[in-house]
C-alpha cells in the first residue's frame, strides 16, 4: 500500500484529489487507506506478524505476547509454514516452552490464521472492501467519500441545532428538516407513500415538487416571508438552494452570540409555521393567510426567547418595532 500511504504528488488529477483526501481526525490513515484489505496467496511478502491479512488488526497486536516469544518476528507467512500435499500446514516456533496460559493463545492463534487459506503460485493482492468483486474505482472512492462527508455533515448539523431558546420539539423538527427527513410530498414519493407525480406538487404553492428547500425557501409562501423577515430586521440576505447552507449563511450573518440566537428562533420559528400552515391546508383545507403567519413568527420567535431570558428588558411591541435592538438588551 505504499502507493496509497506515501505523500507523493503522483498519478491522475483525480487520484490526487483522493489522495489529498485520505487524512484521518488525528492525521494519520485515513478513509481511502483503511478501504483496502489484503487477500493473500502464497504470503511471500506479507508480514506474518505485522501486515493485516486475516483480519481487521495485525497479529502482532492481538497476540502481543506470542510476537515477543516468537522465533520468526520479521518473517512474511510463506516463511511461517508449508505446503504438504496441497494442504498448508503452519510451523510457528518459539524461544522457549510455553506457558499454559500461552499455549491457549497459541491455540486461539492457531483457529485465527487457519480460517486463511494459503496458495502456493498464487499472488498476495489488496482488495477493495467498498466493492462487490473487490476491484477499485473511483466511483466506489467518491461515493465513500461523500457518505463520510455526509456523516460529518450530520455531526454538525446536530451540534448546531440544539439552542437552548427553541423548544424541544421544534429543535428537533429543524434537525429533520436539514436532514431532508421530514414526510414533504417529495419523500413521500421516494418512500413509496404516494403514488401520483402530481401528488408531489407543494401544498402551499401547487407549482413545483414540494421538498423541503421548495417548501421552506423556494415556494412563493416562503419567499414571502423571508422578504418580511429580512425587511423587519433591517437586513439583507440572500438565500440558498438548499436549507443546510442557508441555515449556516444565516449564523453566520453576525459574529454576536446573542444574535445568533435570535436568528436560530426566526429560522425555526419560519419552518414551524410554514410546516404547520402546510398541514392545515392539507387536513383542514386553511386559506394561507401571509399576513398572519408571518405574525406567528414574530409572536413564536419572541416568546421563545422571553421564556429563556424572562429577565430581558423589553416587550412584545418593542420586539416587532426593532428585534435587533431587543438583541442587545437581552
Avoid at 435570535?262 to 398541514?279: F, H, K, S
Amino acid at each position: 500500500m505504499d502507493w496509497v500511504r506515501d505523500g507523493r504528488r503522483v498519478g491522475s488529477l483525480w487520484w490526487r484529489d483522493l489522495q489529498s483526501l485520505n487524512v484521518g481526525e488525528d492525521g494519520n490513515e485515513g478513509w481511502l487507506t483503511e478501504g483496502f484489505r489484503m487477500k493473500i496467496g502464497e504470503g511471500k511478502g506479507v508480514s506474518f506478524w505485522w501486515d493485516e491479512w486475516c483480519g481487521e488488526n495485525c497479529l502482532a497486536n492481538i497476540y502481543p505476547r506470542l510476537y515477543v516469544l516468537s522465533t520468526g518476528k520479521e518473517k512474511d507467512c510463506q516463511q511461517m509454514g508449508e505446503d504438504h500435499n496441497g494442504t498448508w500446514k503452519w510451523n510457528m516456533t518459539w524461544r522457549r516452552a510455553l506457558f499454559q496460559w500461552e499455549e491457549e493463545a497459541e491455540k486461539e492463534l492457531q483457529k485465527t490464521i487457519e480460517k486463511v487459506k494459503i496458495s502456493p503460485g498464487c499472488a498476495d493482492r489488496w482488495e477493495w472492501i467498498h466493492s462487490v468483486d473487490g476491484q477499485y474505482s473511483t466511483t466506489t472512492a467518491y461515493a465513500v467519500l461523500a457518505k463520510q462527508r455526509k456523516e460529518d455533515d450530520e455531526e454538525k448539523i446536530f451540534k448546531r441545532v440544539w439552542n437552548p431558546t427553541i423548544p424541544t420539539k421544534v429543535a428537533a423538527f429543524n434537525w429533520r428538516v436539514l436532514m431532508d427527513r421530514i414526510p414533504t410530498r417529495s419523500n413521500l414519493f421516494k418512500w413509496g407513500i404516494i403514488k401520483e407525480v402530481e401528488e408531489r406538487k407543494c401544498a402551499l404553492c401547487m407549482g413545483e415538487e414540494e421538498d423541503s428547500s421548495h417548501l421552506f425557501l423556494n415556494c412563493s409562501v416562503a419567499k414571502w416571508l423571508w422578504k418580511a423577515c429580512t425587511k423587519w430586521w433591517g437586513v439583507k440576505i440572500v438565500l440558498q438552494k438548499e436549507c443546510w447552507p442557508t441555515f449556516q449563511h444565516l449564523r453566520a450573518w453576525t459574529k454576536k452570540t446573542y444574535k445568533k440566537e435570535g436568528w436560530d428562533c426566526i429560522w425555526n420559528a419560519m419552518l414551524w409555521t410554514v410546516w404547520m400552515a402546510r398541514n392545515k391546508k392539507i387536513f383542514d383545507n386553511a386559506e394561507v393567510n401571509l399576513i398572519k403567519l408571518f405574525d406567528l413568527i414574530q409572536l413564536r420567535s419572541f416568546a421563545w426567547i422571553k421564556a429563556r431570558k424572562p429577565k430581558c428588558y423589553f416587550n412584545l411591541s418593542d420586539w416587532l418595532i426593532n428585534p435587533t435592538s431587543c438583541l442587545d438588551k437581552a
